[in-house]
């Protein structure tokens, strides 16, 4: 159902578009004097950039910024009504066992606790602005906070731009919100209410003024990229007419559910098409289904644990899933894998995901696609193999060791055992990014 348009000069830039810039960094930040910080907040407020900005191109600034704030943030301020979110009151530290984590000794220090109040999403195509910018909002902000943490994002060089580390095109599938933009073929249209608080479809009771703010699940996600090279180079799918380079290829691809172009396995299910992987009419439109095929045990194109199934399972649902959706917006971090590291395929280096999401509930969005799909491995339900294993890319099981099924079109039921998590986690917390107008208020004076 179409909805009268959302108030696009009100919503926080990064969340229904994303920052759309070569750099991103987050500033994670601890308020130490509050009447100061409100003050400097209403300054801040008249540059912090919506949608409208982003969207369109002449408007668009050269450096972006977006805040957002944690519960301990809100407590901090003084702000007592709640935004009536369970999972983000706790915070994300509270939520490690859930989410699957290994415990939280490999979280990143400042994660661990409820220390860090905001954080500053600056981004621009170049870091010499991000780093005027950071200039820019210490010197407004004074001693009323302290930088807690800061990690720097940035797109891949060439033509990995817009790729993250394991090599895949991301940012490709992302909900149609409704009364916003129409939707390229096989987005799933929902209602803003699933992103943003107090909009059509959300069904919960809010404060009036958290309504356009949305919130961002931040999590730190260390990629072992030579490490996951080598797994796809030890265990090539043998199919005939596949070299075994072309073997680990269509591994990799079955995992994520997309070559690394970003063509989706369930439309080109032995080769990548690049053409096709770049191509928005197309490379979103498919359902898993396939006249004459069974959705309930075929899984010659798409395996029911390949990433992008388990975390939008399209028409394994009927009808649709509305509910469970999330806007991405994340960006890779680190550096470039180094010819040693591949080499010997152990990573030195950090690097990974700075993931972002939004959505309107944190145990719907976010949490729900990680701890009960992702890490469920009898997820996708209702199938002919009652268990598709863990996603094996983002699936966590504690740190212990990960089945998953499907990978092999020839031999659906062969469980491939993954004794390394070649993502994790370091942590992150939830937060809320409050509507401009809110920002202008309730958290300025
Ligand atoms: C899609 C990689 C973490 C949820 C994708 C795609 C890639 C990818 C390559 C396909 C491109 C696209 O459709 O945009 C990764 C990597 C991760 C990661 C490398 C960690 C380092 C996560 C997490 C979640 C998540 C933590 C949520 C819990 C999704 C969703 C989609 C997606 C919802 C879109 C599925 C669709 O609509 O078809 N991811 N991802 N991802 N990912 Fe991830």
Redesign the pocket.
């Known amino acids: 159902a179409a909805q009268a348009s959302l108030n696009l000069n009100n919503i926080q830039g990064d969340i229904l578009i994303g920052m759309k810039k070569k750099q991103e960094v987050f500033f994670f930040f601890s308020i130490n004097n509050v009447k100061t910080f409100k003050q400097r907040m209403k300054v801040l407020s008249l540059t912090v950039t919506t949608t409208t900005q982003l969207l369109d191109v002449s408007k668009q600034p050269d450096a972006a910024v977006n805040v957002a704030f944690s519960q301990s943030g809100l407590t901090k301020l003084g702000i007592t009504d709640s935004l009536n979110d369970t999972i983000y009151t706790n915070g994300q530290f509270a939520d490690a066992a859930n989410l699957g984590d290994p415990g939280t000794t490999n979280w990143v220090n400042a994660f661990r606790g409820t220390g860090i109040h905001g954080v500053f999403l600056l981004a621009s195509d170049s870091i010499a602005l991000i780093n005027v910018e950071i200039i820019a909002v210490k010197a407004l902000f004074g001693n009323s906070i302290t930088e807690v943490y800061r990690l720097a994002g940035q797109a891949r060089p060439g033509n990995q731009a817009g790729h993250?580390?394991?090599g895949?095109?991301?940012?490709?599938?992302?909900?149609a919100i409704n009364g916003f933009a129409p939707p390229l073929p096989g987005q799933?249209p929902i209602d803003p209410g699933h992103i943003l608080l107090g909009e059509t479809g959300d069904s919960l009771t809010r404060p009036a003024w958290a309504k356009d703010g949305s919130f961002l699940a931040f999590?730190q996600?260390k990629?072992l990229v030579p490490e996951f090279n080598q797994f796809l180079a030890n265990n090539p799918i043998n199919q005939s007419g596949l070299t075994a380079k072309q073997g680990s290829d269509l591994l990799g691809a079955r995992m994520?559910?997309?070559w690394k172009s970003?063509a989706p396995v369930d439309l080109a299910p032995l080769f990548d098409d690049p053409v096709l992987g770049a191509d928005p009419q197309r490379n979103?439109n498919f359902t898993f289904a396939h006249p004459g095929s069974d959705l309930t045990s075929d899984q010659s194109r798409c395996p029911f644990s390949a990433?992008?199934?388990k975390?939008?399972p399209?028409a394994d649902f009927n009808p649709v899933n509305v509910n469970n959706?999330?806007i991405?917006a994340?960006i890779p971090y680190g550096p470039e894998v180094s010819p040693k590291e591949a080499a010997s395929n152990t990573t030195t280096t950090e690097r990974?995901?700075a993931?972002v999401?939004y959505q309107s509930n944190i145990s719907q969005g976010?949490r729900f696609?990680?701890m009960s799909w992702?890490n469920n491995p009898r997820f996708i339900f209702g199938k002919s193999d009652p268990t598709p294993g863990f996603d094996p890319?983002?699936g966590a099981n504690a740190g212990q060791s990960r089945f998953v099924s499907g990978l092999d079109p020839n031999d659906p039921n062969h469980d491939f055992t993954l004794t390394t998590d070649f993502?994790q986690s370091r942590g992150g917390e939830y937060f809320f990014s409050p509507s401009i107008s809110a920002l202008k208020t309730v958290f300025s004076s």
């Open positions: 993250e580390h394991f895949f095109l991301d940012g490709i599938s992302q909900p799933t999590r996600l990629q994520v559910g997309r970003g979103n990433h992008i199934r975390t939008a399209r959706h999330i991405r994340g990974g995901l993931f999401s976010f696609l990680q992702a890319i983002i993502v």
